[in-house]
Structures are given as structure tokens and as C-alpha cells.
């Protein structure tokens, strides 16, 4: 949800300013919004996905090392459907 109040912000502030007669300077701001923020939203995108990465890897490496227990929690369901089992 904040993501789409984020996302559409920009259009809300736009056509409020077109309603009134307002919309050179807001469509101003709006453009100067980027190269404001911009490097600093990239490099905090940036960041959390390697964070994000490091600690699915480090996920991965603890199942592996103790044989079946994961970092974050146990899994909530199994990974094979019982009644696939029996197949075996």
C-alpha cells in the first residue's frame, strides 16, 4: 500500500495543480525531485537488496552446514506433498 501511495503521489500533486491553473511550478518541483533524491534512493534500493542477499545466503549456508535448520525459522510447510511420499 505505501507503495502505491508513493508511486501516485506525483500524478495527485500534478492534477491538483492543473485544477488550479498551477501546474508549470508544480511540474517544476516535480522534475527537480529526482535529481535531488535520486542518487540517495539508489544507493538505499542498492543496499537493502545486498543486506536482502547476504542474509538469504547466510540462510542457505546455515541449512546446509547443520543439515536441515534454517536461520530464519523453520519451514512453515514441507517442501513435498505428503501424499507424494508415498510414491517412493
Avoid: C, K
Avoid at 10 to 31: C, N, Q, S
Avoid at 73 to 85: F, I, K, N, S, W
Wanted: proline content about 6%.
Amino acid at each position: 500500500m505505501l507503495w502505491s501511495l508513493l508511486s501516485q503521489a506525483p500524478l495527485v500533486v500534478a492534477g491538483i495543480a492543473v485544477l488550479i491553473h498551477r501546474h508549470h511550478a508544480a511540474v517544476a518541483a516535480l522534475e527537480r525531485l529526482p535529481s535531488r533524491f535520486g542518487p540517495r534512493v539508489r544507493t538505499a534500493v542498492t543496499v537493502l537488496l545486498v543486506l536482502t542477499g547476504l542474509v538469504l545466503a547466510a540462510d542457505v549456508a546455515t541449512y546446509v552446514v547443520t543439515g536441515g535448520d534454517y536461520l530464519l525459522g523453520q519451514a512453515t510447510r514441507p517442501l513435498v506433498h505428503p501424499a507424494a511420499r508415498s510414491f517412493n
